[in-house]
């Protein structure tokens, strides 16, 4: 299985800020990430896809960068609505995994 | 739309089987290149993927899980089901079903089952 690693576990910041999260593949998954916000007590929502693209919908404060084993996830610009846990998520090898998540509070 | 819905007993007794069943709306299980999924989350914890299902009725599992899951399709309910045989209370989890789309990765969710085995 490819661990995935997160960091923060994490984190509080206030509204206005950019917001980083770290994604990191124990192996090269070249491209194959994905992240995702999961709101309390909802299904996980696909954010950005192929570690850099926002999924339709999604607002453009949401970001995503990195390739190989090391990945970046931001919020440019924390609004209370973002408040949840995020999570990457390969998909270059079955089994698919995910990373620990982050919780982000304001 | 594409839409997902979980169905199922919320309550299993240990070593029973686990079934759930994923009706999906708006479009159909053998049109596009789409696998169907199962996943689930135990509470406070990280999502783990369960298996697919192809539309052709081809199957990969978790091989955590492998020998205790079956997942199948019924097509003319337009929808896929989970079987998780010799439960015990580490399954406890919410369920989701999920579609997951080359490159894209799970972009359609169900709301999610939370299922317990007590």
């Known amino acids: 299985d490819i661990q995935m690693t997160q960091s923060p576990s994490s984190l509080s910041a206030s509204v206005g800020d950019r917001v980083t999260i770290i994604c990191q593949a124990r192996?090269?998954?070249?491209?194959?990430l994905s992240w995702f916000q999961q709101l309390p007590g909802k299904a996980p929502k696909l954010l950005i896809y192929d570690a850099s693209n926002l999924e339709t919908g999604v607002p453009s404060r949401f970001s995503g960068s990195g390739s190989g084993t090391d990945f970046t996830f931001s919020i440019n610009g924390l609004r209370p609505e973002d408040v949840g846990t995020y999570f990457c998520?390969?998909?270059?090898?079955?089994?698919?995994?995910f990373g620990q998540g982050t919780k982000v509070e304001t | 739309q594409v839409q997902l819905q979980e169905s199922g007993p919320g309550l299993v007794k240990p070593s029973q089987t686990l079934s759930l069943d994923c009706t999906v709306s708006?479009?159909?299980?053998?049109?596009?290149?789409?696998?169907w999924n199962w996943l689930r989350q135990p509470a406070g914890k990280t999502l783990e993927w369960i298996g697919r299902v192809y539309s052709n009725g081809y199957t990969n599992y978790n091989p955590s899980l492998k020998s205790r899951v079956t997942i199948s399709l019924d097509t003319s309910k337009n929808q896929f089901s989970l079987r998780l045989n010799s439960v015990t209370a580490a399954d406890t989890a919410v369920y989701y079903c999920a579609r997951y789309r080359s490159s894209w990765s799970f972009d359609h969710w169900g709301q999610g089952a939370l299922v317990t085995v007590s």
């Open positions: 192996q090269d998954i070249t491209y194959s």
């Open positions: 708006g479009g159909s299980l053998t049109r596009g290149n789409y696998y």
């Open positions: 998520q390969q998909y270059r090898d079955l089994p698919y995994t």
